[in-house]
């Protein structure tokens, strides 16, 4: 059904995947099928059950073709996730819990399967870390296909869109991204998704602007309705005026050469005028976002988290799958160097067999580096995998969530035994491998001096170091205005850090989201840290100040800004100066804004 058209309409949406756009809009019906629920009777159990079997084939078969008819070389990179969609297709609970609600309850097969949903779901809701809660989408985009397949509807062939558009659906899986042909697709939006879904990192990968979580397109915006996305900002325009097309088609103009040269330097060292050296590393959560890393300028990977490696599934990986993920991920990176976090999550949120508490408190909760001195096995399985992959390129490990001196120690004790136990079967690992904490927990950084002479690096984790200094719970929107990361306690925490690192000789790293703001560059430059580790797309424009800037100026900056007292003020006069410093880069401060 026709929506009423919309003249000039802005909507403000997520920015998955940079590039401003102009084309018309291709409707995509995904996700909107409304579901029978029926009481079937006992008689005809056994047949519904075949049915929903036969559905499940089809799907299989389906995203087979898919993955068959991919001959890009670079786009199949990707094509696993396809297998982990096959890989949810076979999983047992799924299966067998639809089944049993079919022949217990006596319903269709359309309605045990939302049953059954649904009780994945609140699972997967309970999870607070926002990259694994994207993974509950996975779920959806498969449990999509086998619903349209129960129906009997056919699936929209991306493959067949003609001239060039942009895709406007209410979520797209990844096997949607995958399929489309940048012939024919300018770009995308979609009602749904965040940042980190495998749809937002596929599109970056694919290079393909995106804007996602717009929540209304889909109801706002008909078929060939001329839209404009800017894939940075989030920003979407419904039928824009000439006047507004203009203005876009401007800052495309000007956001382009510099967007090019910005990458042409990419691959430079990260090198103030006066010659000090920093490191630009990458965070990553698979190893299909690797060449992007590079493309990027990335030297090395500061935060590989492993969390991915444990999801989608009813059992636990394997070493061999934890070796064989690692050995990728540092064959790929060598001769930089990979940092491989060990599972940083609440355990009980989401491990199989592992739910037995419903914690009050998550974020204070069983996670992260707790979890693993709890359960040894899946720590030392990990482990094993890590040593193993170490002599095939270079690799660190990094400690999530430590509080305290004896997490470290315990830590490093179970790893002499895992080496023992590798020792003993003769299989090889970097004797001298090193090992990092994250300091994210105001507990560690007070006692980063005794800290430091435990371990090999440090890593800040700012977003929840940001969270647990402050008390701003890092995921709810009614405290976000006080998520400060120049509040002059944060700011002071980092310099103990960086300081107390430094008189043990060991370097410090910064891998939370504050890294990869270009403003922030200076004041962390000025603070000293060693490392800065950050989504790929931001190492160019971070690079890019760092090259301009000299250190010692960024370290006078530094002393001006411990004067004042507010995070507001400090940002004020950091933006002025940046405005000062770099015009044709950064904007004036507004001293009314910067007070939100
Ligand atoms: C951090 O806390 O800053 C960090 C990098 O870890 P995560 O965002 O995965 O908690
Ligand atoms: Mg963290």
């Known amino acids: 059904m026709a929506v009423q058209q919309q003249i000039n309409k802005f909507i403000q949406g997520i920015g998955a995947s940079p590039g401003i756009i102009i084309g018309k809009a291709y409707l995509l019906e995904r996700f909107k099928v409304r579901l029978p629920q029926k009481r079937i009777g006992r008689g005809r ?11 499940i084939e089809e799907s299989q078969e389906q995203l087979m073709e898919i993955k068959e008819r991919i001959l890009d ?44 949903l649904e009780k994945l779901d609140s699972a997967f809701k309970a999870i607070e870390d926002e990259y694994l809660r994207e993974r509950r989408s996975d779920l959806h985009y498969v449990a999509a296909r086998i619903f349209r397949n129960l129906l009997g509807k056919k699936h929209d062939d991306i493959t067949k869109i003609k001239g060039k558009v942009i895709i406007v659906a209410h979520d797209l899986s990844p096997a949607d991204t995958l399929q489309m042909d940048l012939e024919h697709v300018a770009g995308f939006i979609t009602d749904i998704g965040g940042k980190v879904s495998h749809t937002a990192i596929l599109s970056r990968s694919m290079g393909i602007p995106a804007v996602v979580g717009l929540e209304v397109a889909t109801s706002l915006i008909n078929g060939g309705d001329l839209l404009i996305i800017n894939g940075e900002t989030g920003e979407v325009v419904i039928n824009p005026t000439e006047e507004v097309s203009q203005s876009f088609l401007e800052r495309k103009r000007r956001t382009k050469p510099i967007g090019r040269e910005t990458l042409k330097s990419a691959s430079l060292p990260a090198e103030t005028c006066d010659g000090v050296r920093v490191r630009l590393q990458a965070n990553i959560e698979m190893v299909e976002e690797i060449p992007s890393a590079k493309m990027h300028g990335a030297e090395g990977i500061g935060l590989y988290r492993t969390e991915i490696l ?31 976090r060990t ?22 909760g069983l996670r992260a580096i707790r979890f693993s001195l709890k359960e040894t096995d899946i720590f030392k399985t990990q482990l094993r995998g890590i040593l193993r992959a170490s002599v095939y390129g270079k690799l660190r490990i990094l400690l999530p969530m430590i509080s305290g001196i004896e997490e470290i120690r315990q830590a490093k004790a179970i790893l002499e035994e895992v080496k023992k136990g590798l020792v003993k079967v003769k299989i090889p690992f970097d004797e001298e491998i090193r090992i990092g904490a994250m300091i994210e927990i105001p507990s560690a950084s007070d006692i980063a001096d005794i800290l430091a002479k435990e371990v090999d690096f440090f890593s800040i984790g700012t977003n929840d170091l940001i969270q647990y200094a ?36 060991i370097p410090v790293a910064i891998c939370g989201e504050m890294a990869a703001e270009p403003v922030y560059a200076v004041v962390l430059l000025g603070l000293g840290l060693d490392e800065f580790s950050m989504n790929p797309l931001s190492i160019p424009k971070v690079k890019k100040v760092v090259r301009k800037l000299r250190f010692d100026e960024s370290q006078s900056l530094v002393e001006q800004l411990f004067q004042f007292p507010t995070a507001s003020e400090i940002e004020c006069f950091l933006r002025s100066w940046m405005a000062k410093r770099f015009p044709e880069d950064f904007m004036e401060c507004d001293p009314e804004e910067s007070k939100h």
């Open 45 to 55: 159990v056994e047949e519904e059950v075949k049915r929903f079997l036969r559905a």
């Open 470 to 505: 402050l008390a701003i719970d890092r995921i709810n929107e009614h405290v976000s205005y006080l998520y400060e990361p120049l509040h002059p306690a944060v700011l002071r925490i980092i310099r103990w850090v960086v300081r107390s690192g430094h008189e043990a000789g």
């Open 310 to 340: 444990y999801l989608n599934r009813k059992d636990l990986p394997t070493e061999e799958e934890h070796f064989q993920a690692y050995r990728g991920l540092v064959e790929s990176v060598y001769p930089a160097t990979a940092t491989i």
């Open 73 to 116: 070389p670079e786009v199949r990179k990707h094509s696993f996730i396809l297998d982990v969609h096959t890989m949810i297709l076979k999983d047992e609970m799924l299966l067998q819990d639809t089944v049993d609600m079919i022949r217990k309850e006596e319903v269709n097969a359309e309605w045990a399967l939302d049953l059954t």
């Open 343 to 364: 599972l940083d999550i609440g355990g009980d949120k989401f491990l199989p067999g592992y739910s037995k508490n419903n914690e009050l408190n998550p974020a204070l």
